[in-house]
């Protein structure tokens, strides 16, 4: 019996989260594809004193890894086992300034980005100096966002400098970055489904009232037939940082698309929706070639 493992994060209850596993389990078993899906709470693997990495999980021919739990993946990995996606491309969508780090050098357009200074006492204030430093190289409105954030809660805007204090003062002890706001494209934006290098779907979100088109946020998503340069872009980003599976969101610039992050966790019941294509089908038709051949 060929049969996967479907790992989710322990703690998530959002419909979007309950709705890929579903989703995906329902392709495999028309593949025939056994898929258990388990909450990410079990201690699939262990330390041992002997100094290896012990599987106590039972044995699955691969597994999809919808949680972000680094040490997890690079376990379950290290016992051999096959993630989609990989670890090193779970860590690297994560961190939306190693995914820049990441995608810098290779002819991808990206917003003007400053790493944000990590400070590890809450007591001490921003400087002022980086404040400046901000303020001069990016302008306002400037976009502060956490390195780790998703489906928009840890974007934020500032149009002056107090509100830039506030906000860099909230975030100062996590990982984060201050960026250019692409204007042009304010409240919207385009998300794109990649799968094992192929452009699958794409559609162009859109906020009434928030500069964040999130649709977790109220954007609205309306089909949209991507066209050469964004496949293109598209297909190429994911080759560098995450070439299984991936939604990666592209802001319209004023001089042409510039990549706003890649998502390696990316939801597919709102694509589903706006397009009618079956996202879960084609990924889970890709993973079953690569793991059993076509
Ligand atoms: N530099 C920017 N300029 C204008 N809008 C932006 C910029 N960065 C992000 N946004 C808007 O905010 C949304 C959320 O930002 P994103 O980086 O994708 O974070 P999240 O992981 O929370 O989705 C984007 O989809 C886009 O609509
Ligand atoms: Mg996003």
């Known amino acids: 019996m060929k049969k996967c ?3 989710v994060n322990a703690y998530s209850r959002l419909k979007s989260s309950l709705n890929q596993s579903a989703r995906l389990k329902e392709e495999f078993s ?9 909450p990410n709470d079990f201690f699939a693997c262990e330390v041992s004193e002997g100094g290896d990495i012990v599987r106590t999980a039972e044995d699955y021919d691969f597994c999809v890894y919808l949680d972000k739990d680094k040490y997890v993946a690079r376990m379950l990995e290290k016992c051999g086992l096959r993630l989609f996606n990989p670890a090193e491309a779970i860590e690297t969508c994560d ?19 400053l790493p944000g200074l990590l400070c590890y006492n809450p007591e001490e204030e921003v400087k002022e100096g980086v404040l400046d430093e901000v303020e001069r190289r990016l302008g306002y409105p400037v976009i502060i966002k956490t390195a780790y954030g998703s489906l928009g809660s840890g974007v934020f805007k500032a149009d002056g400098r107090a509100e830039l204090k ?3 003062e909230k975030v100062k002890c996590m990982p984060h970055l201050f960026q250019r706001c692409v204007a042009a494209s304010a409240g919207t934006d385009a998300r794109v489904i990649v799968v094992g290098g192929r452009v699958i779907a794409a559609m ?5 009232g928030d500069f964040r088109s ?21 297909q190429k980003v994911a080759s ?3 070439p299984d599976y991936c939604g990666i969101d592209v802001l319209f610039g004023e001089g042409g698309y510039l990549v706003c992050e890649v998502n390696s966790n990316a939801f597919f019941g709102g694509m589903e929706k706006v397009t009618g294509i079956n996202v879960a089908g084609a990924y889970a038709r890709y993973m079953y070639g690569e793991v059993y051949g076509a």
Do not use: H, W, Y
């Open 5 to 7: 493992l479907i790992l």
């Open 30 to 38: 028309s593949l025939g594809v056994r898929a258990e899906v388990r």
């Open 240 to 242: 560098l940082v995450c």
């Open 214 to 234: 999130n649709l977790e946020l109220g954007g609205q998503g309306f089909p949209l037939v991507p066209d050469k340069e964004l496949t293109k872009l598209c």
């Open 204 to 208: 162009r979100r859109q906020s009434a």
């Open 166 to 168: 506030v906000i860099a």
């Open 95 to 113: 961190d939306k300034m190693l995914t820049a780090i990441a995608l810098s050098g290779c002819g991808v357009a990206m917003p003007r980005t």
